[in-house]
């Protein structure tokens, strides 16, 4: 199995501010994922982040909003930037197990944008 | 047409009834296909992958999959109001390890 640890937990931002969450595993992988559920929703891949390479963003999502770091292997952050009260959502970042078969997600980080 | 697609429920159940959700998927090619329960306020957790045509069952929970007809099912037995959550069923799709999700279909066992 894989530990995912998020930070912030959760945070109210104000509108046009930026907010970086970060997201620690307790091994080393290859591929970080960062989605976003918004209220009463499923869940939408944001973006995969390989370290040593730019992520790769999904249809609609862009990398001046959400900006990516990688820089190793177990650590990840994401920022949201310029927010607006539309960005208010969960934000989870989710690795694979070693054995292939199951995705571990983090805690996730609830932003709230006012 | 949605990628993956679920029915959104509530699907209702009785104390020690079988649960039955659904799910269909677009990709043709679609080779892995899992199912996550998720409680409110949780992060989504692994309840099976099915990989083959068929069944597979772990304890109270059946996976079938039909990759002819593209559905993917679970089947929960004896469901227990623990079993109250969100059910999502996802896919990967293509080549690349990503996973694209249902919207999920809730689930409620009552007394």
Same mark, same amino acid.
């Given at each position: 199995?894989?530990?995912?640890?998020?930070?912030?937990?959760?945070?109210?931002?104000?509108?046009?501010?930026?907010?970086? #969450?970060?997201?620690?595993?307790?091994?080393?992988?290859?591929?970080?994922?960062?989605?976003?559920?918004?209220?009463?929703?499923?869940?939408?891949?944001?973006?995969?982040?390989?370290?040593?390479?730019?992520?790769?963003?999904?249809?609609?999502?862009?990398?001046?909003?959400?900006?990516?770091?990688?820089?190793?292997?177990?650590?990840?952050?994401?920022?949201?930037?310029?927010?607006?009260?539309?960005?208010?959502?969960?934000?989870?970042?989710?690795?694979?197990?070693?054995?292939?078969?199951?995705?571990?997600?983090?805690?996730?980080?609830?932003?709230?944008?006012? | 047409?949605?990628?993956?697609?679920?029915?959104?429920?509530?699907?209702?159940?009785?104390?020690?009834? #079988?649960?039955?959700?659904?799910?269909?998927?677009?990709?043709?090619?679609?080779?892995?296909?899992?199912?996550?329960?998720?409680?409110?306020?949780?992060?989504?957790?692994?309840?099976?992958? #099915?990989?083959?045509?068929?069944?597979?069952?772990?304890?109270?929970?059946?996976?079938?999959?039909?990759?002819?007809?593209?559905?993917?099912?679970?089947?929960?037995?004896?469901?227990?109001?623990?079993?109250?959550?969100?059910?999502?069923?996802?896919?990967?799709?293509?080549?690349?390890?990503?996973?694209?999700?249902?919207?999920?279909?809730?689930?409620?066992?009552?007394?």
């Amino acid at each position: 199995s894989a530990v995912i640890s998020q930070k912030p937990s959760r945070d109210i931002c104000q509108r046009g501010t930026s907010l970086t #969450i970060q997201c620690q595993v307790d091994s080393q992988v290859t591929m970080m994922f960062w989605y976003r559920q918004q209220p009463g929703q499923s869940l939408t891949l944001i973006a995969t982040a390989n370290q040593g390479s730019e992520a790769t963003y999904e249809s609609g999502f862009v990398i001046d909003k959400f900006p990516i770091s990688r820089p190793n292997l177990t650590f990840s952050t994401l920022t949201v930037s310029n927010m607006s009260p539309e960005d208010s959502s969960i934000y989870l970042c989710s690795v694979w197990g070693a054995s292939g078969n199951e995705q571990f997600f983090g805690p996730g980080t609830r932003l709230t944008v006012l | 047409q949605k990628e993956v697609e679920q029915n959104s429920g509530p699907l209702s159940v009785p104390e020690g009834a #079988i649960a039955s959700l659904n799910c269909t998927y677009s990709d043709r090619g679609s080779q892995s296909f899992f199912w996550y329960r998720q409680y409110s306020g949780k992060s989504p957790e692994l309840i099976m992958f #099915i990989y083959s045509n068929g069944d597979k069952e772990d304890g109270r929970f059946t996976a079938q999959l039909n990759k002819a007809s593209q559905y993917v099912s679970l089947l929960i037995r004896d469901s227990q109001p623990s079993d109250s959550a969100t059910y999502l069923c996802a896919v990967i799709t293509g080549t690349a390890s990503k996973l694209t999700f249902g919207t999920g279909t809730r689930l409620q066992v009552t007394l």
